[in-house]
């Protein structure tokens, strides 16, 4: 059974800094890239940022570059979010998702996948993140 279960969110001041994580189990790790989303009251489900568990590439979306950093331990199946700086419209719901890039019905790119939901067939509970003063 695939289990994803993110930790670390809570209540912090702007400018201030989080990290998330995310323990993956149940799969390959290595053949998967797993992505953070984070969602808004009202709003979409939004892609932040991705990672390949093989290689350790990541992509980042344009709104969080410089101030979120991926990461990722392979021994303990975990990946991370340091989360810098943060500002009010960082404040969401995230969740991490994970899936392969190349599977019997598709081949895709981590950066045509990462931002993408319908792209991830695991996803966990998530965890709250609240920036406010």
């Known amino acids: 059974q695939v289990q994803l279960v993110e930790s670390g969110g809570g209540l912090v001041q702007p400018g201030g800094s989080l990290r998330l994580s995310c323990v993956v189990s149940?799969?390959?790790?290595?053949?998967?890239?797993i992505g953070w989303f984070r969602q808004a009251p009202g709003k979409e489900r939004e892609g932040v940022s991705c990672?390949?568990?093989?290689?350790?590439?990541?992509v980042y979306a344009d709104s969080v570059m410089g101030r979120l950093t991926m990461s990722r331990d392979t021994a303990k199946k975990t990946v991370y979010l340091q989360m810098n700086s943060l500002k009010p419209e960082d404040t969401g719901a995230y969740y991490c998702?994970?899936?392969?890039?190349?599977?019997?019905?598709?081949?895709?790119?981590?950066?045509?996948?990462?931002?993408?939901?319908?792209?991830?067939?695991?996803w966990g509970q998530g965890t709250q993140v609240t920036v406010s003063s």
């Open positions: 990672i390949s568990i093989s290689s350790g590439g990541t």
């Open positions: 998702a994970a899936d392969r890039p190349v599977r019997f019905d598709r081949i895709t790119t981590i950066r045509d996948m990462c931002f993408i939901p319908r792209m991830y067939d695991y």
């Open positions: 149940g799969l390959s790790f290595d053949d998967y890239v």
